[in-house]
């Protein structure tokens, strides 16, 4: 089993990264961000709960997000892999994903931070505003804000894996297919260690 985490600020391409990653290692991609926005749109108490963080522009507590990715995990009959888009976002998270992973018999391979900067971040997010219809993505001081989370409270998490040897950063701008490649690169050569 070849598991991977793909990292970065809200708006960095990770979404769409995963997609291609996914087919082409063939590997089940998890998205916490998809995962809160089926409760919402569900409008679970869950999801109440979601959406009270989400436009905020706050992190969803652990125990909640924590939960949700431990159901869908379990819900894979013999995967081949995981690529984990938005989680984990501090070091309880990866503890927890550790234990997680530990319980079936694999670990977390790599880590892989998409580098993109706040006024790129800020310009991409506004841009999607115009077709994802979301009312955090509509408010500059909402992605700045969530900007700012993803810097002082999950930059922990690339450390925590740069110790294990376990993550690296990609530059996440430019062409779709350019930084996928960049992507495919350092998984191939984690791969090959």
Same mark, same amino acid.
């Not at 125990?63 to 431990?70: A, F, Q, R, V």
């Given at each position: 089993m @070849?598991? /991977?985490i793909l990292?970065?600020?809200p708006?960095s391409?990770?979404g769409?990264?995963?997609a291609?990653i996914?087919? *082409?290692y063939?590997?089940h #991609?998890i998205?916490t961000?998809?995962?809160?926005?089926c409760?919402l749109k569900?409008?679970s108490?869950?999801? *109440?709960?979601?959406k009270?963080?989400?436009?905020?522009?706050?992190l969803v507590?652990d125990?909640?997000?924590?939960?949700?990715?431990?159901k869908k995990?379990?819900? @894979?009959?013999?995967?081949?892999?995981f690529l /984990?888009?938005?989680?984990?976002?501090?070091?309880? =998270?990866?503890? &927890? /994903?550790g234990?997680?992973f530990?319980?079936?018999?694999t670990?977390v391979?790599?880590? /892989? &931070?998409?580098d +993109?900067?706040e006024e790129?971040i800020?310009?991409?997010i506004l841009?999607?505003?115009k077709?994802?219809g979301?009312?955090?993505?509509?408010?500059?001081n909402?992605?700045r804000?969530?900007? =700012?989370?993803?810097?002082? @409270?999950?930059?922990?998490?690339f450390d925590y894996?740069?110790?294990l040897?376990k993550?690296k950063? +990609?530059?996440?701008?430019?062409e779709i297919? $350019? $930084?996928f490649?960049r992507l495919?690169?350092?998984?191939?050569? #984690?791969?090959d260690?």
């Open positions: @070849f598991n /991977l990292f970065g600020p708006g391409g990770k769409t990264q995963a291609k996914t087919e *082409k063939n590997l #991609h998205s961000g998809d995962l809160f926005r409760e569900n409008e108490e869950l999801g *109440k709960a979601v009270r963080y989400l436009d905020k522009g706050e507590p125990h909640i997000t924590i939960k949700m990715l431990n995990i379990q819900s @894979f009959e013999n995967p081949n892999g /984990l888009d938005g989680f984990p976002r501090n070091k309880a =998270q990866a503890d &927890a /994903l234990e997680l530990k319980e079936l018999g670990d391979d790599l880590l /892989l &931070a998409l +993109v900067g790129e800020v310009k991409r841009n999607r505003a077709t994802s979301r009312s955090d993505d509509m408010d500059e909402i992605i804000s969530r900007y =700012q989370i993803y810097k002082e @409270f999950t930059q922990n998490v894996y740069k110790k040897n993550a950063k +990609v530059d996440g701008v430019g297919d $350019v $930084v490649n495919c690169c350092a998984i191939d050569e #984690h791969k260690k």
